[in-house]
């Protein structure tokens, strides 16, 4: 029988021991990076909640945008990232996300301009 906690009830002790070893990959990996994974987030994925939530996507054309990581609601589950969400903005929403991908583009290509 397969037993699944209810939302949110995850024993904080099993989130850290499940946390623990991907933060020590991420800082092999990138050095001393911060970041942060939350509760949620582990829970979304390793009990496949399904949950929608806010992560740092590439988008591939979700909200006219692509080649680019943008923060966007997401659906997590067991396979990681399933779907971007597409929320409909208006006008003034759509104006700031289009400024801040736009900001975001300009690090990017600045950044690649700075290793060439």
């Given at each position: 029988?397969?037993?699944?906690?209810?939302?949110?009830?995850?024993?904080?002790?099993?989130?850290?021991a499940l946390i623990a070893p991907v933060e020590t990959e991420v800082r092999a990996?990138?050095?001393?990076a911060v970041f942060a994974v939350d509760d949620e987030t582990v829970e979304s994925i390793l009990l496949d909640r399904k949950r929608v939530l806010p992560c740092a996507v590439l988008l591939q054309g979700e909200?006219?945008?692509n080649d680019l990581f943008v923060g966007v609601p997401a659906v997590l589950?067991?396979?990681?990232?399933?779907?971007v969400f597409e929320i409909q903005l208006t006008p003034d929403e759509r104006?700031?996300?289009?400024?801040?991908?736009?900001?975001?583009?300009?690090l990017v290509e600045g950044?690649?301009?700075?290793?060439?």
């Open positions: 029988m397969t037993r699944t906690l209810p939302p949110g009830t995850m024993p904080e002790a099993a989130t850290d990996r990138l050095g001393n909200f006219g945008i589950g067991r396979g990681g990232l399933e779907r104006a700031a996300f289009d400024r801040s991908a736009g900001a975001v583009r300009e950044l690649a301009r700075l290793s060439s």
